[in-house]
């Protein structure tokens, strides 16, 4: 069986468990560490805060934490194995770069794609940096309405990365746009697209949309449960129930794309954004979206499906 890599060694399909296939323990725009009137970050505070995030959802039955922050927006594969340990949870992180307005894309604006699929083939066989932690799969990234130059050429490299390597691709769309776009662009390249999830599908609530990529064997991220303010959690479960009814619950994977510690000053939040993620916290689908799926018809198979099997197949394949 092929060996998936995590940040504390070495794992199998069959031992990942039940599976959060979007979170991230650590996460800073851009530009943070210039930021002179930011808050100063205390590492020893955060990694408790990040260790205990991983012990509550390992008491919950979580046996692993997919972790695909790209390598520009404030990852660090150190803090993320010291969290994993400290837990007894398995992590896998990534390798890739984020879209253009938020990423840190000066330098690599001026690389080829094949450039860039190279440190990305890179991260995945001899490591990340010095670290000794290698990325187990490849992240890229869309604007919303939009795939820009810059991004197309990311989506590329991720494409050939993965050719060479096999490890699956997970990307972010932004407001439920350009996933069929962003599966074009990896079919051109060649790749399997039952080793890619377009994530964030749950932004957008039009099923054709949906049925339109499930249709060519991906998975689907439902994967920012509890973000009510960008798209409601009773619009997200309606359609993730839709798509159960009809029969492509082995092609969908749930998370909150949840955030335990912010480099620099983190986010800006209004009184109304405020109240609209309440829920974001990844306990919040063991906790609440589970329970609504057992309460709507949802049968325990199903659910089984989308928490172990699924991850476990995207791995496997």
């Given at each position: 069986?092929?060996t998936?890599?995590?940040?504390?060694?070495?794992?199998t399909a069959?031992?990942l468990?039940t599976?959060?296939?979007?979170?991230?323990?650590?996460?800073?725009w851009g530009?943070?560490?210039?930021?002179?009137?930011?808050?100063?970050?205390?590492?020893?505070?955060a990694?408790?805060v990040?260790?205990d995030r991983?012990?509550?959802?390992?008491?919950l039955?979580?046996?692993?934490?997919?972790?695909?922050?790209?390598?520009?927006?404030?990852?660090?594969?150190?803090?993320?194995?010291?969290?994993?340990?400290?837990?007894?949870?398995?992590?896998?992180c990534?390798?890739g770069?984020y879209?253009?307005?938020?990423?840190?894309?000066?330098?690599f604006?001026?690389r080829?794609?094949?450039e860039?699929?190279?440190?990305?083939?890179?991260e995945?066989?001899?490591g990340?940096a010095?670290?000794g932690?290698?990325?187990g799969?490849?992240?890229?990234?869309?604007?919303?309405?939009k795939?820009?130059?810059?991004e197309?050429?990311?989506?590329r490299?991720?494409?050939r990365?993965q050719l060479?390597?096999?490890?699956p691709?997970?990307?972010?769309?932004?407001?439920?746009?350009?996933g069929?776009?962003q599966?074009?662009i990896?079919a051109s390249e060649?790749?399997?697209l039952?080793?890619?999830i377009v994530?964030?599908?749950?932004?957008a609530s039009?099923?054709?949309?949906h049925?339109?990529?499930?249709?060519?064997?991906c998975?689907?991220?439902?994967?920012?449960?509890g973000?009510?303010?960008?798209h409601?959690?009773r619009l997200?479960?309606a359609a993730l129930?839709g798509?159960?009814g009809?029969?492509?619950?082995?092609?969908i994977?749930?998370?909150?794309d949840?955030?335990?510690?912010?480099?620099g000053?983190?986010?800006?939040?209004?009184?109304e954004?405020?109240?609209?993620?309440r829920?974001?916290q990844?306990t919040?689908?063991?906790?609440?979206?589970?329970?609504a799926l057992?309460?709507a018809?949802v049968?325990e198979?199903?659910i089984?499906?989308?928490?172990?099997?699924n991850?476990?197949?995207?791995f496997?394949?």
């Open positions: 069986m092929k998936i890599n995590t940040v504390t060694g070495t794992t069959d031992k468990g599976t959060l296939m979007h979170e991230h323990l650590m996460v800073g530009g943070w560490e210039l930021d002179c009137m930011a808050p100063r970050f205390e590492r020893k505070q990694l408790k990040a260790t991983l012990k509550e959802l390992r008491d039955g979580l046996g692993t934490f997919l972790d695909p922050c790209p390598m520009d927006i404030g990852r660090d594969v150190n803090f993320m194995a010291e969290a994993a340990g400290a837990a007894g949870v398995q992590l896998i990534a390798t770069l879209k253009e307005d938020l990423g840190n894309t000066a330098y604006k001026q080829s794609i094949g860039i699929a190279d440190v990305y083939v890179a995945l066989t001899e990340i010095h670290s932690v290698k990325a799969v490849i992240k890229c990234a869309t604007s919303k309405d795939i820009n130059e810059y197309e050429k990311c989506l490299a991720a494409a990365a060479k390597t096999g490890a691709i997970t990307t972010h769309t932004e407001d439920g746009t350009m069929r776009e599966l074009d990896f060649g790749v399997d039952r080793h890619v994530g964030h599908s749950c932004g039009d099923l054709r949309y049925t339109d990529m499930l249709d060519r064997g998975y689907l991220g439902f994967d920012r449960f973000l009510d303010f960008l409601p959690d997200r479960l129930i798509l159960l009809v029969g492509f619950e082995k092609q994977v749930l998370s909150h949840s955030v335990a510690c912010w480099l000053r983190g986010l800006d939040l209004t009184p954004i405020e109240k609209g993620i829920n974001w990844p919040h689908i063991f906790k609440n979206i589970l329970p057992r309460t018809g049968s198979e199903k089984q499906t989308l928490m172990v099997g991850p476990r197949r995207y496997e394949e």
